[in-house]
């Protein structure tokens, strides 16, 4: 696999062969711009990896850095990269869908947003697990495809819990340094490269799994296929599990167990089983299940600020040239396997209604990549504002809280 924009080098080259891997990532930025703050209060635990080495943090009174191989950038033009999957649908996608239990606003949405790609996009409830709506149930429903750079908030979550950075550590890059806010908004996969190596494959792979990756995220739902996180690190001739935390080289994630895992980063860190009810009277019936709560809340606002500078001036930007109207916090990917490109773009929203999280997942040739998707996801929510999906959504909260009040003084 060869990193587009860059390739990291450590104390052995790693990834020369430009044939030996089977992926081309795409989604990094090829201008990256200098950090700008510092952190005075950074506490670094040292701790030893599973190959009995240490990899020490070295800090100072006014910053902080990583220090651990040499890294060169280098630059890649991909225009002779030939596709031979198609980005948009060949006939309709969503016919097979059942849809009986699912909002019908939400779902319209959804598809007018999706037009003619070839694609699926999964909207989900954080507050309690249950898919308002999942267009194209067939490829929601797949084994996956590689996560791209959306596994770049799985590292992150994982370095903030282990004390490794801040959201403000300048982390020593070739020739630059970075904070995590920039490297999440433009996606850098030099940052993410230095984190997974500073981390070591177990305690990465420790995190993406306690984050429901490599496990079915529904609960009882009907066609749901397993994606695939590896027991093996990937050989260093492959990049190595650097490679693997800068846009998921040999993972495989469904658009389910990433709109499960971004819910819980939504709400605080309750990871709730996935639900989509099929009858209007299993919505009724509509109970949350929970499976497991992760410590994350003290993290979630250090993400944040990323995941709000990929909207605002990073790799989602486009979206905001469809909405702008209520605080999205995402994430792109992008990257491209045996002629098919992948376009991701997971989010949150927040409106004083209650917030929603979106999946958008696209399959083609060239023109599908992670902004695309997130242009996408910006009609989606647009579609939604001129549907007064948010007033009329706070109107029945009011209403349905009216009722609780009135009952509980009885």
């Known amino acids: 696999m060869r990193l587009f924009g860059a390739i990291a080098l450590g104390l052995t080259v790693i990834g020369t062969s430009i044939g030996a891997g089977r992926a081309v990532a795409l989604d990094v930025q090829h201008t990256v711009h200098h950090s700008k703050t510092t952190s ?43 596709f031979t999957a198609s980005s948009f649908a060949k006939g309709d996608i969503f016919a097979g869908d059942v849809t009986a239990g699912e909002d019908p606003v939400v779902r319209q949405a959804a598809i007018d947003a999706l037009g003619d790609m070839n694609g699926t996009a999964v909207v989900i409830d954080p507050s309690n697990g249950r898919i308002l709506a999942m267009v194209n149930q067939k490829l929601a429903l797949s084994p996956g495809a590689e996560p791209c750079s959306t596994i770049k908030l799985s590292v992150a979550l994982a370095a903030l819990s282990e004390g490794l950075v801040t959201r403000d550590t300048p982390v020593q ?54 994606g695939e996180y590896p027991t093996q690190v990937l050989p260093a001739s492959e990049g190595g599990v650097g ?129 695309r998707a997130a242009e996408l996801t910006g009609e989606f929510y647009k579609n939604l504002w001129d549907r007064n999906y948010f007033a009329e959504k706070g109107t029945q909260a009011h209403a349905a809280l009216q009722v609780i009040s009135t009952t509980s003084t009885r």
């Open 40 to 82: 005075k209060h950074l506490a670094v635990r040292h701790t030893t990896h599973s190959s009995g080495s240490i990899h020490r943090v070295h800090t100072t009174a006014s910053s902080a850095s990583l220090h651990h191989a040499v890294l060169t950038s280098r630059h890649h033009h991909y225009y002779g990269e030939r």
């Open 243 to 371: 490679r693997m935390c800068s846009f998921g080289q040999g993972v495989s994630m469904t658009p389910l167990q990433l709109g499960a895992f971004v819910a819980a980063m939504a709400n605080g860190g309750t990871l709730y089983y996935l639900q989509h009810p099929t009858s209007t009277e299993e919505v009724m019936a509509f109970s949350p299940k929970v499976k497991r709560t992760l410590d994350i809340a003290r993290y979630v606002p250090d993400m944040q600020d990323g995941m709000a500078g990929a909207v605002q001036y990073g790799t989602a930007r486009r979206l905001r040239a469809n909405f702008q109207e209520l605080p999205v916090f995402g994430k792109t990917g992008t990257c491209s396997d045996k002629g098919t490109r992948f376009g991701w773009f997971v989010s949150y929203s927040e409106a004083p209604q209650g917030s929603l999280v979106t999946v958008f997942f696209l399959e083609g040739g060239r023109p599908t990549f992670g902004p």
């Open 173 to 226: 890059l070739a020739g630059f340094r970075m904070n995590m806010t920039d490297a999440i908004a433009k996606s850098n996969n030099l940052y993410f490269e230095e984190l997974g190596r500073e981390l070591g494959f177990e305690r990465v792979r420790h995190y993406a799994t306690q984050f429901g990756l490599g496990e079915l995220a529904g609960y009882h739902i009907q066609g749901e296929q397993l």
